[in-house]
């Protein structure tokens, strides 16, 4: 039988830590000078999630159903970062058929360089990143009409010439792209937009300077008698690393760089994403926007782009989506959006292209 001492103050502490965090989170997300605090306490979100659902256990051990009770109604105002977070749109959607007009399907990917002296990490020949794609792309029966890459490079040399060997297999010989610097053999890195539709029209979002990492672009693609946009970002980065944490600076030290990255990159990111939302606003075609957008999905970037086109794991994954491959690893930071003029049908994330620091995602649309 229930005992209501068991309904300690200890429990009801816990929760009123809840709804402070939820309270001041709301708080915040309306007030556009505290923007980067918004996205400083965004980052606590998954780890609440968590907290709560160890609690909600412990409570339903310990027969506390009273608590259990006020747990619970808290969790609805966690519902939608709770969807957010995992996706089951594949399976809501599946029992939804419409007729399939015309398909698009959207590759995006976080290529880091394809690792060209690099990255200590995958100190792997540089070319196996590019062998490992291009033998992916040749096994797919229904081949990408549109790849998006961030931080793609190409040069002359044989080995990676990925432009030439994407043609090759996918047949996109249309393509856009703005590069952060050029080298030696013709190499270039920067961002990429690759499709088998032609490109009528294509320019930049944004550029924090010729030597900036973080850009955005876009171009129109003629598909029959349609008009695309197609939008690739990468957003600013926290510069946040697991070295930073392993080295010796003090603690106190390590505290104050933590959050000084984290307000410098939040008030970066919020200028790019300003200016993403109102080319979004603006643009009198449907669009796909595709990138890595450096931010978790509770984050004012991924809730100001949601305001205006729907997630595409969302509605069509199933799953955490995690496209982050090293350490914290369980993060969602590379994503799909599109108009409603879209239906997307099948979002994933492909794991089998695992030499990057991000995996890659990709999209099958109709319209």
Not at 282 to 291: D, K, N, R, V
Request: glycine share 4%; aromatic share 16%.
């Amino acid at each position: 039988m229930y005992d209501k001492e068991r309904l300690t103050p200890t429990s009801l502490a816990y929760l009123a830590c809840g709804t402070v965090v939820w309270a001041v989170i709301m708080v915040l997300s309306y007030i556009d000078k505290a923007y980067w605090l918004w996205n400083l306490f965004s980052y606590s979100i998954p780890l609440f999630l968590m907290l709560e659902c160890f609690i909600g256990l412990l409570l339903l051990y310990r027969r506390q159903f009273y608590a259990l009770l006020t747990l619970s109604v808290l969790m609805l105002w966690a519902f939608k970062p709770i969807t957010e977070t995992f996706s089951v749109g594949k399976i809501i959607n599946h029992t939804k058929t419409n007729p399939v007009k015309k398909l698009l399907k959207v590759f995006s990917f976080n290529v880091s360089t394809f690792n060209a002296h690099r990255n200590y990490i995958y100190a792997k020949q540089d070319s196996q990143l590019v062998d490992e794609l291009c033998s992916y792309m040749a096994q797919e029966t229904y081949k990408p009409d549109v790849l998006c890459f961030q931080e793609f490079h190409h040069d002359d040399w044989e080995r990676t010439r990925v432009i030439e060997q994407l043609y090759n297999i996918c047949n996109t010989k249309y393509y856009y792209m703005l590069p952060f610097w050029r080298n030696y053999q013709n190499g270039f890195f920067g961002l990429m937009i690759m499709s088998r539709y032609p490109i009528v029209n294509k320019g930049v979002l944004y550029s924090d300077g010729p030597y900036s990492l973080n850009k955005g672009i876009f171009v129109d693609l003629k598909i029959g008698e349609d008009t695309v946009k197609i939008v690739n970002v990468h957003l600013q980065s926290m510069s946040i690393r697991l070295e930073d944490s392993l080295s010796h600076m003090g603690l106190k030290s390590k505290i104050k760089s933590t959050f000084e990255k984290l307000k410098k990159g939040s008030l970066k990111g919020k200028f790019q994403v300003d200016t993403v939302e109102r080319f979004i606003k603006e643009s009198t075609y449907p669009i796909i926007l595709c990138g890595d957008l450096n931010s978790f999905p509770y984050g004012y970037s991924y809730q100001k782009i949601k305001k205006y086109l729907k997630n595409s794991f969302e509605e069509s994954g199933i799953g955490f989506g995690f496209t982050l491959n090293i350490a914290p690893y369980w993060v969602r930071l590379d994503n799909q959006f599109h108009s409603s003029y879209f239906k997307s049908l099948d979002t994933k994330v492909i794991r089998d292209i695992d030499n990057s620091d991000h995996f890659p995602i990709q999209c099958e649309y109709s319209f």
